[in-house]
């Protein structure tokens, strides 16, 4: 079951800001949400995640609506090596002792970065 | 370069050989993932391990074997597999602590895998 629903593709200048939408109506209080990008033929990379304020880091910025229903990545000035497929996932952390959790990714968003 | 290594790169074998793919993360984690990426499909979890025991295995098929010796190793052994396996095999790890809420996992470049 998908808990997360993503545009299936979009496009953005160079030098633009890239706004990726994500949409988790069904995101409980205790989920965060993680951003993950995978260029062609590369493993996916982490980009950040949060939980309910907003996030910066040196890759991307973090927007999380305040009914957490819904957030948006956004990366600042797009170059040509933005160019990949973005997954937005929520995750609940797990308190266990000793616990890991595999990530569940769905199909993303593929960003297309133009000259 | 993430930290996380794996070889082959790139992999053809019949459906009868014997293969294994290989994982090797540098960054002192405790856990370690294999996930599998077939042409047009998202990436699907296979196993899990998390201080050296599997934790998790989404019902695999048995053709798919894996072994973790330390915590920094991570093997796939492959045996009598079938056409449709090809695919992307990705290794990732992560460290695991009592609060795992940013815990993000580093993958490596994947295997591409073809079974002819």
């Known amino acids: 079951d998908a808990k997360t629903t993503q545009p299936t593709s979009m496009d953005c200048a160079e030098g633009r800001a890239a706004n990726l939408p994500c949409n988790h109506s069904?995101?409980?209080?205790?989920?965060?949400v993680y951003w993950y990008r995978q260029i062609h033929s590369q493993g996916p990379q982490y980009i950040i995640h949060?939980?309910?304020n907003n996030e910066t880091n040196e890759m991307a910025s973090l927007i999380i609506t305040e009914d957490r229903k819904s957030s948006t990545l956004i990366l600042p000035h797009a170059t040509l090596r933005d160019t990949a497929v973005y997954y937005c996932i929520v995750r609940v952390p797990l308190y266990s002792g000793g616990g890991a959790d595999g990530l569940t990714f769905g199909k993303g968003t593929h960003l297309i970065i133009q000259p | 370069e993430t930290g996380v290594t794996q070889t082959p790169r790139h992999l053809v074998m019949g459906m009868t050989n014997k293969k294994s793919l290989k994982c090797e993360q540098h960054?002192?984690?405790?856990?370690m993932y294999w996930y599998k990426q077939s042409a047009k499909k998202p990436l699907e979890l296979m196993f899990v391990?998390?201080?050296?025991?599997?934790?998790e295995n989404n019902s695999v098929p048995s053709r798919f074997s894996p072994e973790c010796p330390n915590s920094s190793h991570l093997f796939l052994h492959l045996h009598t597999l079938q056409p449709e396996d090809s695919a992307l095999y990705l290794c990732?790890?992560?460290?695991?602590?009592?609060?795992?809420?940013?815990?993000?996992?580093?993958f490596g470049p994947g295997t591409r895998l073809t079974v002819l």
């Open positions: 990732a790890s992560s460290q695991v602590s009592g609060l795992a809420y940013n815990n993000e996992q580093f």
């Open positions: 949060g939980l309910k």
């Open positions: 960054l002192g984690h405790n856990a």
């Open positions: 391990y998390s201080l050296e025991e599997r934790v």
């Open positions: 069904t995101i409980s209080g205790n989920e965060y």
